[in-house]
Every structure is written in C-alpha cells, then in structure tokens.
T-cell receptor
Framework: GQNIDQPTEMTATEGAIVQINCTYQTSGFNGLFWYQQHAGEAPTFLSYNVLDGLEEKGRFSSFLSRSKGYSYLLLKELQMKDSASYLCAVLDSNYQLIWGAGTKLIIKP | TAGITQAPTSQILAAGRRMTLRCTQDMRHNAMYWYRQDLGLGLRLIHYSNTAGTTGKGEVPDGYSVSRANTDDFPLTLASAVPSQTSVYFC?????????????FGPGTRLTVL
C-alpha cells in the first residue's frame, strides 16, 4: 500500500526554527509537495522537490532524500501566522497526489 | 481573477438525496480534481480530469460521479447521499496533470449528510 507519515502535531516558539518531517512509501515517485493549510481554509502550495537536496524559498526550505523516502520542511523565524497544518504529498507513478494527514503546527509567543 | 470557486459553501443534506457540488476555474487549467478531506486523514482523490472531455477515477470514487463538458467547470454529483459522505470537499486545478505542476484549490464545500 501507499503510505505517507508525518507527525500529527508540533509546537514551537515565535522566532524559532521548526522542522517538520515526512516519510513516504509509494508506488513510484514523481516529486514531493508541501502545502500549508490554515484552519477552515484551502491548502496553498509551498514547495516542490523532485531531486535530492534542499530547496530554499525565503523563510521556508524543503529537503528531499529519495533513497531514504524522506523529506522535511524547515520554517525559520517563526511568526504567529505560521500556525497552520502542513501537508506532505507525493506524486505517484500514476501522477496522482498521495497526501499525508498533515502536521498541525502551533506557534506560541 | 477569482481562481477557483465552489458552491455551495456548506450544505446539510438528507440521506438519499441527490446533490451536485459546483466547481469553476478561470485560469484555463487543463486538469481538475475533486478531493474529500476528513479529520485525521489526508486529502483523498475522488475523481479527476486531465483535460476537457475526459475523466478518471481516484482513490475513493464510489457514490460520486463527475463530468467535464468544458475547460472551466467540473461538477461533482452524489447520486444518493449517505452519512459517510459527510466531509469537506475541495476542488483543485493545475495547468497540466503531472510532474511539478502545483494544484490550486477552491475554498471548499462543507457537506453534512444526515
């Protein structure tokens, strides 16, 4: 079966750094996405990785290791508005997105 | 531009009733998708369409049907609603289906089936 694992919930402090991990086992791999979803809202795109390594985009970075079936999203200089769920999704061999259940990130002052 | 719109925003429906959730995009995207999101589970693909005139089944298609008569519209129909179809439904679109193409999501429809 296909499986994507990420922690259910994490807590971090405003101004700090947090790393959200995602491990996956899927039938094929054509890239990994991270999305942000605020409560009651639609998911919005954050990043896409298809090759191993780190992709940096402002305060957010995403890392991929295809051999380990592992990715992480790194958020720096945390702000209160970063309180949201972060969704990891893998594009499988049929080019369909398989989604993790999401990690709820709580930012404390 | 509006991006993707969905209607209704929310709905309470009696079991056994027929219901169509509407989705319209103005980005001229080729691919469109319907997902359901349930607490504790990831988004699950119901149906998709890679281009106007074609549709395909996703992970959880039973009890749902779709059509794609034109590029902009992708309605989802529940022929006879059941309580297990209570969920938040998201419509999404992407320029193309496949590698690297981010999906843009509508605001969602919260459906309760009693």
């Amino acid at each position: 079966g296909q499986n994507i694992d990420q922690p259910t919930e994490m807590t971090a402090t405003e101004g700090a750094i947090v790393q959200i991990n995602c491990t996956y086992q899927t039938s094929g791999f054509n890239g990994l996405f991270w999305y942000q979803q605020h409560a009651g809202e639609a998911p919005t795109f954050l990043s896409y990785n298809v090759l191993d390594g780190l992709e940096e985009k402002g305060r957010f970075s995403s890392f991929l290791s295809r051999s380990k079936g592992y990715s992480y999203l790194l958020l720096k200089e945390l702000q209160m508005k970063d309180s949201a769920s972060y969704l990891c999704a893998v594009l499988d061999s049929n080019y369909q997105l398989i989604w993790g259940a999401g990690t709820k990130l709580i930012i404390k002052p | 531009t509006a991006g993707i719109t969905q209607a209704p925003t929310s709905q309470i429906l009696a079991a056994g009733r027929r219901m169509t959730l509407r989705c319209t995009q103005d980005m001229r995207h080729n691919a469109m998708y319907w997902y359901r999101q349930d607490l504790g589970l990831g988004l699950r693909l119901i149906h998709y369409s890679n281009t106007a005139g074609t549709t395909g089944k996703g992970e959880v298609p039973d009890g749902y049907s779709v059509s794609r008569a034109n590029t902009d519209d992708f309605p989802l129909t529940l022929a006879s609603a059941v309580p297990s179809q209570t969920s938040v439904y998201f419509c999404a679109s992407s320029d193309l289906a496949g590698e690297g193409n981010e999906q843009f999501f509508g605001p969602g429809t919260r459906l309760t089936v009693l």
